[in-house]
Nanobody, 128 residues
Framework: QVQVAESGGGSVQAGGSLRLSCAVS????????AAWFRQAPGKEREGVAA??????????RYPDSVKDRFTISKHNAKNVVYLQMNSLKPEDTAMYYC???????????????????WGQGTQVTVSS
């Protein structure tokens, strides 16, 4: 059974940075695809970053709203996925979720339905 656990959320002022961590266990790490999603109150869950499994090097996906500000990466020795968030804005305030899957999350890598395993979420609050 794949288990996913996020950490690293908190409160920060606009323009600041946070790094979220996602520990994944229970499945061969190198075959996992992973992504970060967020959901603000009253809004749909949206994908903010995704990264391919190790068999497909270097593929990442970001929506335009966070491109050049957010970076997803993997630490293979620790089985951890990171989301580095820079230049944070108040509109980035949301619950952030990590998701993982053993199958390729096609076609977009950024739709919630493309992932089967989810963490409980970590809150990020950005004040102006």
């Amino acid at each position: 059974q794949v288990q996913v656990a996020e950490s690293g959320g908190g409160s920060v002022q606009a323009g600041g940075s946070l790094r979220l961590s996602c520990a994944v266990s229970g499945y061969p790490w190198r075959r996992l695809w992973a992504a970060w999603f967020r959901q603000a109150p009253g809004k749909e869950r949206e994908g903010v970053a995704a990264i391919a499994s190790d068999g497909i090097d270097g593929i990442t996906r970001y929506p335009d709203s966070v491109k050049d500000r957010f970076t997803i990466s993997k630490h293979n020795a620790k089985n951890v996925v990171y989301l580095q968030m820079n230049s944070l804005k108040p509109e980035d305030t949301a619950m952030y979720y990590c998701a993982a899957d053993a199958g390729a999350p096609i076609p977009t890598m950024l739709q919630p339905a493309e992932y089967n395993y989810w963490g409980q979420g970590t809150q990020v609050t950005v004040s102006s």
